[in-house]
């Protein structure tokens, strides 16, 4: 008997076999490099966020300064100093710098720091815990534009929400710490 030129089924079937083993073990590798992608997007939407916060503060503070002097600004609590939310930080609307006393003692003129606030991307909208420099405990949520009230008052820093459902499971990075504390 002569063969003819080409492949049995048994040889198809171990190509294909060979096949699944190595596409079933670059899944892993493929997930690994998306949430990587992810967590790179994720901190540099924190440093943005945090860098206008900064900003804002630096130039409110520069503006106090200006209208009272350098003297008088030491009657003025930090918490004053900052945005009242982060949806501040993409308008530039005309914000009252208060005393201790809760007298007001100058304007601030912002300009708009962020042409808008980033995303999360495991969640897909911007979606943030606000933290106030007051020191309340409370924590506000920021989300497409609407914020829950907060008790508190100048917000100084923000954060991934925690909450597993709003996060589609991604509460945990890849080096063990949660989202929630970056």
Known sequence: MRRTAGLTIIEMLVVVVIIGVISYSA?????????????????????????????????????????IGQGATFKIPDYFLYPPSIASLTQAQ??????????????????????KIDLDPFVGSPMWFQWYASGTIEVSTYSTGIVTPGAGIGVYDVSPHSDPVIRRGFVTALDGTSYADW
Do not use: H
């Not at 997930?31 to 130039?59: C, P, T």
């Not at 005309?94 to 042409?115: H, M, V």
């Open 27 to 67: 899944v892993p590798v493929a997930e690994i490099s998306f949430v990587r992608l992810k967590e790179g997007e994720l901190q540099q939407s924190l440093q943005n966020i945090r860098s206008a916060i900064s900003r804002w503060r630096r130039d409110c503070e520069m503006a106090a300064i200006r209208q």
């Open 94 to 115: 005309p914000f009252i710098i208060y005393d201790d006393a809760g007298n007001a003692t100058a304007t601030f003129y912002p300009r708009p720091y962020l042409d």
